[in-house]
């Protein structure tokens, strides 16, 4: 048998304003700051003769393989980003939608507070979850009020009430 997977799903496309800034930013710094320090600085370890003994060659050669590899995933994957910068109608403020924050009460009667942000800003913050976690896709189009049950993976429920849904202002 070999390693072969099947290729995973493909994430969504969504991406709030301030997602898309925060990524475009990083592909701005890669690309016009870190990658030309880096050539330089292996510029500078190639100057010093042997490259198959130099540590700072081959580290250097290294960081860009994996900063172009990065600036070429978020080039490739903000081409196809659609951004959504707009909250819904105030008549529909009270239904979940992308980018909403959205309050929720456990049976403990704890509350927790996320916001359903597309997959590429989840490392953004902990409150952060992907439209494509379980608890976003049961949480997108329920009301104030309604209650939820989301399935774990070891069997178990929890119940959740959606006690608050706002959204950012653009």
Known sequence: MG???????RS???????GYKELNDELKY????????VTQSVKEAA???DRSENAEYIYGKKQLREIDRRVRYLSKRLEDMVVVDRAPAPDKRDTVF???WVTLLDEEDEEKRHRIVGPDEIGAGSDYISMDS???KL???????EEVCLQKPDGS??????TKIEYASP
Do not use: C, D, M, N
Request: overall charge positive.
């Open 139 to 145: 949480l997108l189009k329920k009301q104030l009020g």
């Open 134 to 136: 379980p608890l976003a």
């Open 3 to 9: 390693r072969w997977r099947p290729p995973q799903p």
């Open 47 to 49: 100057a010093q003769g």
């Open 12 to 18: 969504s496309k969504y991406i709030t304003a301030e």
């Open 30 to 37: 890669l690309w016009k700051v870190k990658r030309p320090e």
């Open 157 to 162: 429920e929890v119940w959740y009430e959606i």
């Open 98 to 100: 992308f980018g909403a």
